[in-house]
């Protein structure tokens, strides 16, 4: 990105705008923005990107029976974790009934630098023996295809019921 005070910000274009100074969408790590055309990202073969609120731990709940939660920064559960078993992938959408929440960034740190924010999301995952993707990824697509963010594809307790896609 090349946007004023997202220098160099990961993203991915949703929906480009017509020449120069056309309204263009991208989807950056923590949401999906509107710039003008030339500020947005060309192309760069070989690189992989899924935003980091799609994967990266925020945080964690603490159940009663001890098993850990690792959640995203949009509080959707990504992994239970219990001592002495793998971690299992969770399901985005389960309300997850915790007698304890932690959390490892603060909003401040989290928007942090790239590379910095990453570093510590790995060691947080291997210190949970984490080795897949969690399901939450699996929204990746309708959020690009849609233009629609993960706070509006989450059931949230109590709301009215969303359909997605698949």
Not at 41 to 50: C, D, E, Q, S
Not at 58 to 71: H, N, Q, R, S
Not at 97 to 115: I, N
Not at 142 to 155: V, Y
């Amino acid at each position: 990105m090349k946007a004023p005070g997202y220098d160099n910000a990961r993203a991915l274009l949703v929906e480009r705008g017509e020449g120069p100074e056309g309204l263009t969408r991208v989807m950056i790590d923590h949401s999906i923005m509107t710039c003008v055309s030339r500020e947005a990202p060309t192309h760069r073969a070989g690189r992989l990107f899924v935003p980091l609120r799609f994967w990266m731990p925020y945080g964690f709940w603490t159940e009663a029976d001890g098993t850990k939660v690792l959640f995203s920064r949009d509080y959707c559960p990504l992994w239970r974790v219990q001592e002495g078993r793998a971690p299992v992938r969770d399901d985005p959408d389960r309300d997850v009934k915790f007698v304890k929440q932690e959390w490892y960034f603060d909003e401040g740190s989290f928007r942090g630098p790239v590379d910095t924010v990453m570093s510590r999301g790995f060691e947080i995952l291997r210190e949970h023996r984490v080795v897949s993707l969690p399901r939450l990824v699996e929204w990746f697509p309708e959020c690009l295809a849609t233009g629609r963010w993960i706070s509006d594809l989450k059931r949230w307790p109590g709301g009215p019921e969303m359909v997605r896609a698949g």
